[in-house]
């Protein structure tokens, strides 16, 4: 059996590096969703002002991967750029931008789902969110997928052996 690939990721401070260098808001607003809400591109361009419940402090993905709807919280670090919905601009145009930006402030070649995937990361490894909660949060059918993303850094390792009891 072949081994699995971790899929590559960013860090919120290189989020945050990109973010800076973003001119256009629309675009800093797809960026921060698809990091900290874990959204695909596809989520990101059709979410619509009305999906949005400021109150709770909820979003309303509908129709996502396999015709699922799912409510998921608002990070605090998108809440203020909802007012940016809808995002006006297709699948493809979000995804060369996201990729030109990496290239340019980071000199790395990514992805847009990319942001998906780090944040999936950020909240099990940073944030220490259990997997069931990132399970929801992503949208994921088996707790077998949300896992792929538990990459424990090797420094993460060492400090935790090292850690005094």
Not at 46 to 74: F, M
């Amino acid at each position: 059996m072949k081994g699995l690939k971790l899929p590559e990721i960013i860090t919120e401070e290189e989020l945050i590096k990109i973010l800076k260098a973003t001119k256009k808001p629309h675009h800093k607003l797809a960026f921060a969703l698809g990091f900290y809400e874990c959204m695909r591109v596809s989520e990101v361009v059709n979410l619509l002002p009305e999906n949005v419940d400021k109150n709770l402090k909820l979003l309303l993905i509908k129709q996502a991967k396999g015709n699922k709807d799912r409510n998921i919280p608002i990070a605090p670090e998108v809440m203020k750029g909802l007012k940016y919905l809808p995002i006006k601009c297709g699948v493809r145009a979000l995804q060369i931008a996201f990729k030109r930006k990496c290239k340019e402030v980071l000199g790395k070649d990514m992805h847009f789902h990319t942001l998906r995937h780090s944040g999936i990361t950020h909240y099990l490894v940073k944030k220490k969110w259990s997997s069931l909660e990132v399970q929801r949060l992503a949208g994921h059918s088996k707790i077998a997928t949300t896992q792929i993303y538990a990459h424990i850094n090797p420094q993460d390792l060492v400090n935790r052996m090292w850690e005094t009891s």
